[in-house]
């Protein structure tokens, strides 16, 4: 620890801060959501992309939750994620914000923060020096060619563009003038130190200057684009200092951010007059790494600027190479939701290039046509290759197959998996089931001649692969009924009414209904809403507020069904006591129920794959796939070799990339867990049903209110006819 913070000063910190003004600054506020008396805001969240205000922020308590990517947290927090910010950091620009004192120092740790600020104040000296050294007589030739290349004066000024004249001590001179030490110098990578004895000298010389400036805008570093041809460093960026780490950093990083925030897209572009070209023309959300490939740390920041940046690759072999570079990196990285897309350029083109030559729409066309990234991988591994052999074919399957194991998330594995899986069948001819088609289709060979691909726009199988047609909403609901997903569309719809029936009780579960995935129709955005209702207000005052903000009709859906209207939760709101355990057992059972659902669905889908008529790709010795039970029958957890064959599930050597015979581990762990969360859903409902009896009707009847009703009709010498009537309606 840098310093002693204590909670209570933290907590102070945070209460003198807006937290609806510091995330304003990053946001635009949706007004018809928001309720700024009640401090309740509303807004596209700045973490990712998307349209609709799912970002909410509760001024009056500090904190803020979206319910699209789950981003939450307070003030600190939020610094820390929007500006790239470690905590200290954010807790120092909070005290600035707030006018309050930090706490005392570690020696050692505030000699490290002064010499950080000093050299950032060296360094926007720097960045003054250079701009106007653009204005003098020694920079016509740099003018000339950045009016060439299309910048006018408004982005000169925007980005800052300066020139660095061909002496060797200018700015050197210029700094010391205005009392820079050399050492800071030195210590910025400004100048550097001779190796002749000579006194120090300029960093950069005959180069048009960028700034480059981290995620809070400070500048750290200079990229510099030499005038002379000769020059065997075309472009060159500043040396690693105390505040520069090339590796860790993008140019336009804070502004492009900002956009995202917004809902721009982020378009990862190769050098800095791509990023200004395209913000130029309105893409505001433009950021380039600096001279070198992609590293995982800057592929990190761009997932938290947007979950699928989108990388503009010039249409040259080197930009495809580049592309394939970032793909590389980013397939054990990759997590559920969180991806890259691909726009291939023009070949010999770059943003720059397209811009001038057919404006924003021309750049726009580019980017609506960008690649998944599964579509690169194929692209990858069968452009201009012939695949006219048996053996040539099985080198292209093993060449998606190490592609695919390198996909650390399973999801993700098996989703590519199926989708090279698609494609392969559409190049050779084979149907869903690996059997071959009676003819052969457009891109099949025919005769004895190698198949070659025909550039990009012309692979193999080019017309013959179609994705499926979308389910219309119709489908989807049908589905929906068959998987029997109503009963939790019934559980999300009593959770919800007991809430309002009892509004003390948001708080607390607003940690759980804040992480809950809703189905039901409306279900979100009365979750949402209730949320930011008053804890204290009475069932009523709730109803209303609702009302005035999602309009009566949500609130109509949500109790018509008669297993929500007599719940016990609902009908007994008034005791606290009963809504609480009502809505504690509500939230387990469907957690443990969708646990249940999901892990089988997984295990079905996997062992559907190994059940499947011989893919020629995946099983190379075709064979009698067991069914779900025998597999599982068969299955013992302790084995200490392979299976005998007989009886083992056959793997999907993409997805599990083995090869033994017995059933992967992951598939046995997710058959484990499928058991244990059906168990689960058992036990909790089992639980239920002892203590409420199933009407006819699908109602739950509460056993002691039965009972006491029982009761009642035999004190007035009605014949109920023992347990019978309880259970009519």
Same mark, same amino acid.
């Given at each position: 620890?840098?310093?002693?913070?204590?909670?209570?000063?933290?907590?102070?910190?945070?209460s003198?801060?807006?937290?609806?003004?510091?995330?304003g600054r990053?946001?635009?506020?949706?007004?018809?959501?928001?309720n700024?008396?009640?401090?309740?805001?509303?807004? $596209?969240? $700045?973490?990712?992309?998307?349209?609709?205000?799912?970002?909410?922020?509760?001024?009056?308590?500090g904190?803020?939750?979206?319910?699209?990517?789950?981003?939450?947290g307070?003030?600190?927090?939020?610094?820390?994620?929007a500006?790239?910010?470690?905590?200290?950091?954010?807790?120092?620009?909070?005290?600035?914000?707030?006018?309050?004192?930090?706490?005392?120092?570690d020696?050692?740790?505030?000699e490290?923060?002064?010499?950080?600020?000093?050299?950032?104040?060296?360094?926007e000296?720097?960045?003054?020096?250079?701009?106007?050294q653009?204005?003098?007589?020694?920079?016509?030739e740099?003018?000339?060619?950045?009016?060439?290349?299309?910048?006018?004066q408004?982005?000169?000024?925007?980005?800052?563009?300066?020139?660095?004249?061909?002496?060797?001590?200018?700015?050197?001179?210029?700094?010391?003038?205005?009392?820079?030490?050399?050492?800071?110098?030195?210590?910025?990578?400004?100048?550097r130190?001779?190796?002749?004895?000579?006194? #120090?000298?300029?960093?950069f010389?005959?180069?048009?200057?960028?700034?480059i400036?981290?995620?809070?805008?400070?500048a750290?570093?200079?990229?510099?684009?030499?005038?002379?041809?000769?020059?065997?460093?075309?472009?060159?960026?500043?040396?690693?200092?105390e505040?520069?780490d090339?590796?860790?950093?993008?140019?336009?990083?804070?502004?492009?951010?900002?956009?995202?925030?917004?809902g721009?897209?982020?378009?990862?572009?190769?050098?800095?007059?791509?990023?200004?070209?395209?913000?130029?023309?309105?893409?505001?959300?433009?950021?380039a790494?600096?001279?070198?490939a992609?590293?995982?740390?800057?592929?990190?920041?761009?997932?938290?600027?947007h979950?699928?940046?989108?990388v503009?690759?010039?249409?040259?072999?080197a930009?495809?190479?580049?592309?394939?570079?970032?793909?590389?990196?980013?397939?054990?990285l990759?997590?559920?939701?969180?991806?890259l897309?691909?726009?291939?350029? $023009?070949?010999?083109?770059?943003?720059?290039d397209?811009?001038?030559?057919?404006?924003?729409e021309?750049?726009?066309?580019?980017?609506?046509?960008?690649?998944?990234?599964?579509?690169?991988?194929?692209?990858?591994?069968?452009e201009a290759?012939?695949?006219?052999?048996?053996?040539?074919?099985?080198?292209?399957?093993r060449?998606l197959?190490?592609?695919?194991?390198?996909?650390?998330? $399973?999801s993700?594995?098996?989703?590519?998996?199926?989708?090279?899986?698609?494609?392969?069948?559409a190049?050779?001819?084979?149907?869903?089931?690996?059997?071959?088609?009676?003819? #052969?289709?457009?891109?099949?060979?025919?005769?004895?001649?190698?198949?070659?691909?025909?550039?990009?726009?012309?692979?193999?199988?080019?017309g013959r692969?179609?994705p499926?047609?979308l389910?219309?909403?119709?489908?989807?609901a049908a589905?929906?009924?068959a998987?029997?997903?109503?009963?939790?569309?019934?559980?999300?719809?009593?959770?919800?009414?007991?809430?309002?029936?009892? #509004?003390?009780l948001?708080?607390?579960?607003?940690?759980?209904?804040e992480?809950?995935?809703?189905?039901?129709?409306?279900?979100?955005?009365?979750?949402?809403?209730?949320?930011?209702?008053?804890?204290?207000?009475t069932?009523?005052?709730v109803?209303?507020?609702?009302?005035?903000?999602l309009?009566r009709?949500?609130?109509?859906?949500?109790?018509?069904?008669?297993?929500?209207?007599?719940?016990?939760?609902?009908?007994r709101?008034?005791?606290?006591?009963?809504a609480?355990?009502?809505?504690?057992?509500?939230?387990?059972?469907?957690?443990?129920?969708?646990?249940?659902?999901?892990e089988?669905?997984?295990?079905?889908?996997q062992?559907?794959?190994?059940?499947?008529?011989p893919?020629?790709?995946?099983?190379?010795m075709?064979?009698?796939?067991?069914?779900?039970?025998?597999?599982?029958?068969a299955?013992? #957890?302790?084995t200490?070799?392979?299976?005998?064959?007989?009886?083992?599930?056959?793997?999907?050597?993409?997805?599990?990339?083995d090869?033994?015979?017995?059933?992967?581990?992951?598939?046995?762990?997710?058959?484990?867990?499928?058991?244990?969360?059906?168990?689960?859903?058992?036990?909790?409902?089992?639980?239920?049903r002892?203590?409420?009896?199933?009407?006819?009707?699908?109602?739950?009847?509460?056993?002691?209110?039965?009972?006491a009703?029982?009761?009642?009709?035999r004190?007035?010498?009605?014949?109920?006819?023992?347990?019978?009537?309880?259970g009519?309606?």
């Amino acid at each position: 620890m840098v310093m002693s913070l204590s909670p209570a000063f933290l907590d102070d910190l945070r209460s003198r801060v807006s937290l609806a003004d510091l995330v304003g600054r990053k946001v635009t506020w949706d007004r018809k959501k928001s309720n700024q008396g009640r401090g309740d805001w509303w807004a $596209p969240c $700045p973490f990712h992309q998307e349209k609709t205000a799912s970002f909410h922020v509760l001024d009056r308590e500090g904190r803020y939750y979206c319910f699209g990517c789950h981003a939450k947290g307070d003030a600190i927090t939020f610094l820390r994620e929007a500006e790239n910010l470690s905590f200290m950091e954010a807790v120092e620009e909070l005290a600035r914000m707030a006018g309050v004192e930090m706490p005392a120092r570690d020696p050692k740790a505030a000699e490290k923060a002064e010499t950080r600020a000093t050299l950032t104040e060296v360094m926007e000296q720097a960045v003054r020096h250079y701009r106007m050294q653009l204005s003098s007589a020694k920079a016509a030739e740099a003018r000339a060619y950045l009016a060439r290349r299309g910048l006018d004066q408004e982005a000169l000024a925007r980005f800052e563009i300066g020139y660095a004249p061909p002496g060797w001590e200018g700015l050197r001179e210029a700094l010391a003038a205005k009392g820079v030490e050399v050492e800071r110098m030195l210590a910025a990578g400004l100048v550097r130190a001779s190796d002749k004895g000579r006194a #120090p000298y300029d960093t950069f010389r005959d180069r048009i200057l960028f700034p480059i400036r981290d995620a809070r805008g400070r500048a750290i570093a200079f990229g510099g684009r030499a005038m002379d041809p000769s020059d065997t460093a075309k472009y060159l960026n500043s040396p690693d200092t105390e505040l520069f780490d090339k590796s860790r950093t993008l140019y336009n990083h804070g502004p492009a951010w900002g956009a995202c925030g917004k809902g721009a897209a982020l378009i990862v572009a190769e050098g800095y007059m791509d990023v200004i070209a395209l913000v130029a023309a309105g893409f505001q959300g433009a950021v380039a790494p600096l001279g070198t490939a992609v590293t995982e740390h800057q592929l990190r920041m761009l997932w938290k600027m947007h979950d699928e940046p989108i990388v503009a690759l010039d249409g040259d072999t080197a930009g495809l190479r580049a592309g394939e570079r970032v793909m590389d990196l980013a397939l054990p990285l990759m997590e559920a939701g969180q991806s890259l897309r691909f726009a291939l350029l $023009p070949e010999g083109r770059d943003p720059d290039d397209v811009i001038r030559e057919g404006g924003a729409e021309a750049m726009q066309a580019v980017l609506d046509g960008a690649l998944p990234m599964v579509e690169l991988m194929w692209r990858r591994e069968t452009e201009a290759r012939s695949l006219d052999s048996p053996e040539r074919r099985a080198a292209l399957d093993r060449a998606l197959r190490g592609r695919v194991a390198r996909i650390a998330d $399973p999801s993700i594995r098996a989703h590519y998996a199926h989708a090279l899986r698609e494609r392969r069948a559409a190049l050779f001819g084979f149907d869903r089931g690996g059997a071959a088609r009676g003819a #052969p289709g457009p891109g099949w060979p025919t005769g004895g001649g190698a198949h070659r691909g025909r550039g990009f726009g012309a692979g193999y199988g080019a017309g013959r692969f179609a994705p499926p047609a979308l389910p219309t909403q119709a489908t989807r609901a049908a589905a929906r009924a068959a998987a029997g997903t109503a009963p939790e569309h019934l559980r999300e719809a009593v959770i919800l009414a007991t809430l309002i029936a009892c #509004p003390a009780l948001i708080e607390d579960f607003a940690h759980v209904l804040e992480e809950m995935e809703f189905t039901g129709a409306g279900h979100a955005e009365i979750a949402a809403a209730l949320l930011a209702c008053d804890a204290r207000a009475t069932p009523t005052e709730v109803r209303a507020d609702l009302g005035a903000r999602l309009g009566r009709a949500p609130l109509e859906r949500l109790m018509a069904p008669r297993h929500v209207t007599l719940s016990p939760g609902v009908r007994r709101a008034h005791d606290r006591d009963v809504a609480r355990a009502c809505l504690a057992g509500e939230f387990a059972r469907l957690a443990a129920a969708r646990g249940a659902a999901r892990e089988v669905a997984e295990a079905m889908e996997q062992l559907g794959r190994a059940e499947r008529a011989p893919d020629p790709m995946v099983d190379p010795m075709p064979g009698p796939m067991p069914g779900l039970a025998d597999a599982a029958a068969a299955w013992e #957890p302790a084995t200490d070799g392979p299976g005998d064959g007989a009886g083992a599930a056959r793997p999907d050597p993409w997805v599990e990339g083995d090869d033994d015979g017995a059933l992967p581990d992951a598939l046995t762990w997710r058959l484990a867990e499928a058991a244990r969360a059906s168990a689960a859903a058992e036990r909790t409902a089992d639980g239920d049903r002892a203590e409420f009896d199933l009407a006819p009707n699908g109602v739950r009847l509460d056993r002691r209110e039965k009972s006491a009703f029982a009761d009642l009709l035999r004190e007035i010498g009605h014949d109920a006819g023992g347990d019978e009537a309880g259970g009519k309606e």
